[in-house]
């Protein structure tokens, strides 16, 4: 069997580079080459052992990631449109399909998912059956198309809350998917856009994209500081991309009456709430996001025409080879944001 060198998780803290053996592709399935993946804050959860899906010993990690098709099974282009030299990926989950959710077009909530795709830390990936693909244009430069997935929660996060023109919209997170969002609510051209985070080096990142305001969070009292620039009123729509159960407290603050608070961070905590802000206090509309369904192609589009750039959000490229250096970085630069490997 032909051999590929890969990234496979053993145990926390204990994942190896290795030669293993290259996928081969089913029916309706298909092999790409990888031109460059991501590590996503998921995976260093999972590193670290702290990840409730737990660690699947053998497996390859790398849901963020491009390639070019380099070997298909029967059927897979006749269904896909695509052949042997296209460039693609694919979303995360493989959904079933039959569900209400996938009915519904919020395959995303799928109740009967076939499993996540992984794979991407490797020379080669495959494509399963039933994974939803999607090409990529070869004008998108290959690191960028490596953040299509991330880029693609924070424009699902923007759509999800709804961004109008006359809306002051708060984005807290700076992480990609929060900068990201910043990016694609400023698309909708608000009245007024403000970046919260909790590091002066993301929120510099924040300013680069022209926001009207940047809060550190730890040394600033945001919804004060939302008020003083609303007029007193606070802002319209919250976008909570931080996973920070604490952060949601500060949306339900800063935000105005009948203002709306979109959830799309992963919380390991509950946080304390004070619900009446929902209730009596403003009736505000509460907004839930996760992964990103029929959100791919618009962010590929945008992508293409220069419309979005996560260059300033790719803060380290490393060789598959160097993938401790890579995932140990944040002891390193404490300010890293978006880690890509190259095989
Ligand atoms: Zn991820
Ligand atoms: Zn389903």
Known sequence: MEKMRAVVQHAAFDFRVELVDKPVPGPLEAVIQIEASGICAGDRIMYEGKAPWGIHDGEIPGHEYVGVITQTGEGFTEKYGLDLGDRCLAEVQIPCGECYCCRGGFYNLCDNPNGFLGGGWAEYMLLRCGAIIHRVPKNIDKLCAATIEPLSCGAYAVERAGVGMADTVVVAGMGIIGLAALQFAKLHTPYRLIALSATDASLAIARSFGVDAAINVLTENAPERIRE???GVGCDVFIECS??????SIGLDALKKRGRLAVYGVYTRNGDLNLNEISQNKELTLIGGHLSPNTMPYVIRCLEQGLVDPRPMITEVFKLDQ?????????????????????
Do not use: W
């Open 229 to 231: 620039l609303t007029g």
């Open 243 to 248: 996973g920070v159960a604490s952060s949601v």
């Open 323 to 343: 993938f401790d250096e890579a995932i140990n970085i944040r002891r390193k630069n404490p300010d890293s944001i978006k880690t890509l490997l190259v095989p």
